[in-house]
T-cell receptor, first 113, second 116 residues
Framework: AQSVTQLGSHVSVSEGALVLLRCNYSSSVPPYLFWYVQYPNQGLQLLLKYTSAATLVKGINGFEAEFKKSETSFHLTKPSAHMSDAAEYFCAVSEAGGFKTIFGAGTRLFVKA | EAQVTQNPRYLITVTGKKLTVTCSQNMNHEYMSWYRQDPGLGLRQIYYSMNVEVTDKGDVPEGYKVSRKEKRNFPLILESPSPNQTSLYFC???????????????FGQGTRLTVV
């Protein structure tokens, strides 16, 4: 069975600092992995996705994530945090050809001035 | 503009009073899904539909019904709501299914439901 674990329900960084949001997954088959962002009072929107083409995936707003099969991880990073990055971030996994997407519990990112 | 539209955005109702949350997408997507979002639990899939007249249970289907009579619409029905169904609900659509190479889910703005 698939599952997703996001380490840390809350992460706080200073503006300009590195953002690192952690995601580990379990899947019995090669997974498709996603990061979504949710701004207050809005739905989720896709940040980036891994679909086996490349292990380092670049997304919108300067975010990127690296797929590490040996560690079953797909951590999200951004070199320099901006105030506008404050939001909740969700990691998700889906199996190829599957119709179910499993979401992590979410990590709320706070950015301090 | 490509979008998924949910209505209503906010709803307060009483236990046992049937309600329907509508969802409509204008992207001609085959796949649609309903999720509920609860603090500390992330999003959990309630039901999904692979195409017209094809639906299946997600992880938390109890107390919910869905129908897919038209490709663009996927309403969520609570026939006898209970307080434990108080939650934030999201509809999403995609094409091809989430496991497809270029799959991306588009989400509605959410419906905040309170059952008293």
């Amino acid at each position: 069975a698939q599952s997703v674990t996001q380490l840390g329900s809350h992460v706080s960084v200073s503006e300009g600092a590195l953002v690192l949001l952690r995601c580990n997954y379990s899947s019995s088959v090669p997974p498709y992995l996603f990061w979504y962002v949710q701004y207050p009072n809005q739905g989720l929107q896709l940040l980036l996705k891994y679909t086996s083409a490349a292990t380092l995936v670049k997304g919108i707003n300067g975010f990127e994530a690296e797929f590490k099969k040996s560690e079953t991880s797909f951590h999200l990073t951004k070199p320099s945090a901006h105030m506008s990055d404050a939001a909740e971030y969700f990691c998700a996994v889906s199996e190829a050809g599957g119709f179910k997407t499993i979401f992590g519990a979410g990590t709320r990112l706070f950015v301090k001035a | 503009e490509a979008q998924v539209t949910q209505n209503p955005r906010y709803l307060i109702t009483v236990t046992g009073k049937k309600l329907t949350v509508t969802c409509s997408q204008n992207m001609n997507h085959e796949y649609m899904s309903w999720y509920r979002q609860d603090p500390g639990l992330g999003l959990r899939q309630i039901y999904y539909s692979m195409n017209v007249e094809v639906t299946d249970k997600g992880d938390v289907p109890e107390g919910y019904k869905v129908s897919r009579k038209e490709k663009r619409n996927f309403p969520l029905i609570l026939e006898s709501p209970s307080p434990n169904q108080t939650s934030l609900y999201f509809c999403a659509s995609s094409s091809p299914p989430p496991g497809g190479v270029s799959a991306e889910a588009f989400f509605g703005q959410g419906t905040r439901l309170t059952v008293v």
